[in-house]
T-cell receptor, first 113, second 113 residues
Framework: NAGVTQTPKFRILKIGQSMTLQCTQDMNHNYMYWYRQDPGMGLKLIYYSVGAGITDKGEVPNGYNVSRSTTEDFPLRLELAAPSQTSVYFC????????????FGQGTRLTVV | QQQVKQSPQSLIVQKGGISIINCAYENTAFDYFPWYQQFPGKGPALLIAIRPDVSEKKEGRFTISFNKSAKQFSLHIMDSQPGDSATYFCAASKSGGSYIPTFGRGTSLIVHP
């Protein structure tokens, strides 16, 4: 049982490039989330999904896109990377009720130069 | 609008002392209040959680105190150890429907030996 797996762990992008952050979970959780973490600012919700085929915007969705074709996978797409997207990105998942809290991946540290 | 306010932003405690981190929330519909612990380079991990039907929950050296009327909850770490040095996040959510955790900004705890 691997939990939540994110790839890659580190990435450097040039301004204007695009990339996809991968996230997969093996706990059969319906709910999945993408957060970004900036120093002193906590965790900001980018997008979330309550099930396959259903996604919705969080607090800071601009510049990102997501899809949820399966229960297991929830990739985050960055189009036209900007320096403001330099951050640590975390994927998380949870049961559809609130029991057990959210399970987080190890994070992806992204630098846009 | 920050729905969960966390303080202090940083905390330094001597080994054996008590660490106290406070959070206040605004949405009275919240009914699940977890605390997460995050070590450098890792994702947050659920530490302890409480529901508003109890005023206190204890797990080992970690205790959550909950004050429903004041809309506040706090984490107490008794006999703090250097291994407790980490960033702590409080969160709040409502069960039923969409469980979307709202996080505080985090507290960086350093426990000196």
């Amino acid at each position: 049982n691997a939990g939540v797996t994110q790839t890659p762990k580190f990435r450097i992008l040039k301004i204007g490039q695009s990339m996809t952050l991968q996230c997969t979970q093996d706990m059969n959780h319906n709910y999945m989330y993408w957060y970004r973490q900036d120093p002193g600012m906590g965790l900001k919700l980018i997008y979330y999904s309550v099930g396959a085929g259903i996604t919705d915007k969080g607090e800071v969705p601009n510049g990102y896109n997501v899809s949820r074709s399966t229960t297991e996978d929830f990739p985050l797409r960055l189009e036209l990377a900007a320096p403001s997207q330099t951050s640590v990105y975390f994927c998380a998942s949870s049961h559809s009720d609130s029991s057990g809290g959210a399970f987080f991946g190890q994070g992806t540290r992204l630098t846009v130069v | 609008q920050q729905q969960v306010k966390q303080s202090p932003q940083s905390l330094i405690v001597q080994k054996g002392g008590i660490s106290i981190i406070n959070c206040a929330y605004e949405n009275t519909a919240f009914d699940y209040f977890p605390w997460y612990q995050q070590f450098p380079g890792k994702g947050p991990a659920l530490l302890i959680a409480i529901r508003p039907d109890v005023s206190e929950k204890k797990e080992g050296r970690f205790t959550i105190s909950f004050n429903k009327s004041a809309k506040q909850f706090s984490l107490h770490i008794m006999d703090s150890q250097p291994g407790d040095s980490a960033t702590y996040f409080c969160a709040a959510s409502k069960s039923g429907g969409s469980y979307i955790p709202t996080f505080g900004r985090g507290t960086s705890l350093i426990v000196h030996p």
